[in-house]
């Protein structure tokens, strides 16, 4: 009884690669294989890379946009069995690699790998969304209902009878869950707690996303994020899970997580701060008398106002406000403006070097097989031409002496410092971005007076909802 999920990968390839490479998961890389490129996370990475190169026309580790994110680079399917079938790893990973060929063809370019380090054995394919003949591989329901499919036909080859479908529509729970409740844990509970191990650990939403899925949880994207853990049944909103998990909530817990509020307000009065302060002391009122929706900073201590994410968001916005000397909403959108055009020419200069140092470690990789093959006493045929290909290469690039290859891998060492310290700025300039951005939208409400009232409609609505669902407890 097999499942099949799919998550797209837009910047990760080489993390995605290693992590389903990992030797203690696949009992030391036996059920490891791979189709048109290396099975080692180096050597598999660089292959899709230049394939994805060629045929797309973009770089395939060019930083993200600003905004977006960017485009799909390689798919990351895992085939997961039902314990009660009881396959084996063996038999599993040759249902991986017959699933592979069977589905995307033997041009393919695909990592396979088979994990037993959990109760169930699971299949996982980072596969390069360009295949070596230039065909594109797309991820959306569409494919993966056919993919499902093309599982479902391989398992019953191997004698692995498929998920019946016409069973399991009525009120029955799996066994998974069912032994959950007996227990007394809670799916919601474990998702929860899942969500605040990895908050301190992930710059966005999406990562945190990617980050559950990488850990075995089923994402649905759309108007509302769904998530569900393995053995579970049914997806939950991520707004079921309380005020604390929407989307609103982890993003503000995640962005303003390292945010200090200890600034002491100096300088000139500016009308912004007035405003901060006064709303700042309208929501803590709000928060005592129990007017606003309970979202907590931290989940391990007591709702309190100290430790409501709406106050601390306003307090660590005014801290910012106040460091970087904010005096009104105009100079705000000017800086806001002055970070887009930065981070354009951050990410121009970042694409140029990164350029620069793959071609620096082509030539690099060139001069390590001359070197190797240069006073060997009788070379190949194969290996004489190899070597005629790396003294060209070294001649037209002025490398004539071993003063000039270490000047080569010198110069390596500097881009790549140079590459390290600008990502470094670039990552900076992303999160100042999106700081600025989320005070302007914020303070557009509080000088629209429409803060407050956001609140304290947020909080009748939930109040309805939960009277409605009280007095109709089948709905």
Not at 225 to 248: H, N, P
Request: glycine share 4%; aromatic share 8%.
């Amino acid at each position: 009884m097999p499942y099949v999920k799919s998550i797209s990968i837009h910047a990760t390839v080489n993390r995605s690669i290693a992590y389903i490479l990992d030797p203690e998961k696949t009992e030391d890389l036996l059920y490891t294989t791979s189709l048109n490129c290396m099975t080692n996370a180096k050597d598999a990475y660089l292959a899709m890379k230049t394939v994805y190169e060629h045929f797309s026309g973009e770089k395939y580790n060019a930083p993200l946009p600003l905004k977006g994110k960017g485009s799909v680079k390689a798919i990351h399917y895992i085939q997961s069995f039902d314990p009660k079938d009881n396959v084996s790893p063996e038999l599993a990973h040759r249902i991986a690699k017959a699933f592979a060929r069977k589905t995307f063809g033997d041009d393919c370019q695909i990592v396979i790998a088979t994990h037993n380090d959990r109760n169930h054995v699971h299949n996982h394919f980072i596969l390069n969304v360009y295949s070596l003949t230039g065909k594109k591989y797309n991820a959306n329901k569409k494919t993966l209902d056919r993919i499902k499919e093309y599982s479902d036909r391989v398992c019953l080859a191997f004698g692995i009878q498929p998920y019946d479908k016409s069973k399991g529509k009525g009120k029955t729970i799996a066994y998974n869950e069912w032994e959950h409740k007996k227990r007394g844990t809670s799916w919601k509970q474990k998702i929860r707690l899942e969500i605040d191990s990895l908050i301190g650990e992930v710059k966005n939403i999406d990562e945190l996303l990617y980050e559950m899925e990488m850990k075995g949880y089923t994402v649905k994207r759309g108007k509302y994020i769904s998530i569900k853990a393995e053995g579970q049944q049914r997806f939950v909103r991520l707004k079921t899970l309380g005020e604390d998990y929407c989307e609103l909530s982890l993003v503000s817990r995640i962005r303003w997580k390292d945010t200090g509020t200890n600034y002491a307000l100096s300088g000139e009065p500016a009308p912004i701060r007035d405003d901060y302060i006064r709303t700042i002391n309208d929501v803590t009122q709000l928060a005592r008398e129990g007017k606003k929706i309970q979202r907590k900073r931290d989940n391990s201590a007591p709702y309190s106002p100290e430790n409501d994410i709406d106050i601390y968001k306003l307090s660590a916005q005014l801290s910012i406000i106040n460091r970087d000397n904010i005096h009104s909403i105009g100079e705000l959108d000017g800086k806001i403006s002055k970070l887009k055009d930065e981070y354009e020419n951050t990410r121009q200069e970042l694409n140029s070097l990164i350029m620069k140092n793959e071609r620096l470690e082509t030539l690099a990789e060139q001069t390590d097989i001359y070197l190797s093959l240069v006073d060997k006493p009788d070379p190949s045929a194969a290996e004489q031409l190899q070597l005629n290909i790396c003294k060209q290469t070294l001649h037209n690039n002025n490398i004539k002496s071993h003063s000039d290859i270490d000047r080569l891998k010198s110069l390596q060492q500097e881009t790549n410092k140079k590459i390290a310290a600008l990502k470094n700025s670039f990552e900076d300039c992303k999160q100042l971005y999106e700081i600025y951005s989320d005070i302007a939208d914020t303070y557009k409400g509080i000088a629209t007076g429409d803060f407050i009232s956001n609140l304290i409609n947020q909080k009748k609505r939930a109040e309805k909802l939960k009277k409605n669902k009280k007095s109709n407890p089948n709905q």
